[in-house]
């Protein structure tokens, strides 16, 4: 029951580790014997004897085509220790990806929403003054400034 209450994404996380480590104790079994994991993959290409049979029945055969192998080898290289070096590395890569992504897009919401503030709080600074203008009130910031450079030497003149 308290594994049908965990969130999928946990089963996801989890999924992973499980890959992850399966791969990585492969990896450390296999070390030890200096074996090379390639072999050679061969197959037959049919294609080029479908294309010679089309021809034949609809009658535009040459003697060229006729001669030509009916069926193309194509051999590959596979190597088991190099694609399971593959596997690990995107399956980690992708791992880390997500969990990076899992504490950072938080924090760049956190940034944006930053970034978004000082253009509200200016404009709404600017949009009281404007108001303030309009009213006819004075500036506090320039009365305050020439209070400060007098001294209040106004008041013992008098």
């Known amino acids: 029951q308290r594994i049908a209450k965990r969130p999928i994404e946990s089963a996801d996380e989890h999924s992973q580790l499980f890959l992850i480590w399966q791969l990585l104790m492969l990896r450390e079994q296999i070390s030890p014997f200096d074996v090379e994991f390639a072999y050679m993959e061969k ?3 049919f294609y080029e004897l479908r294309q010679l049979l089309g021809q034949v029945v609809r009658g535009h055969v040459s003697f060229r085509s006729l001669a030509q192998p009916p069926a193309a080898m194509k051999v590959r290289t596979v190597d088991s220790k190099r694609d399971l070096e593959k596997e690990l590395r995107a399956i980690c890569e992708t791992f880390i990806l997500r969990k990076t992504r899992l504490v ?3 924090i760049l919401a956190f940034l944006a929403k930053c970034n978004a503030l000082p253009s509200t709080v200016d404009d709404v600074s600017s949009r009281s003054r404007a108001s303030a ?3 006819g ?9 020439e209070e400060q450079r007098s001294g209040g030497k106004e008041d013992d003149n008098e």
């Not at 009130?137 to 400034?145: F, G, I, S």
């Open 137 to 145: 009130l004075p500036k506090q910031d320039t009365n305050r400034n």
């Open 133 to 135: 203008r309009m009213a």
């Open 104 to 106: 950072l897009d938080p």
């Open 43 to 45: 197959e037959l290409d």
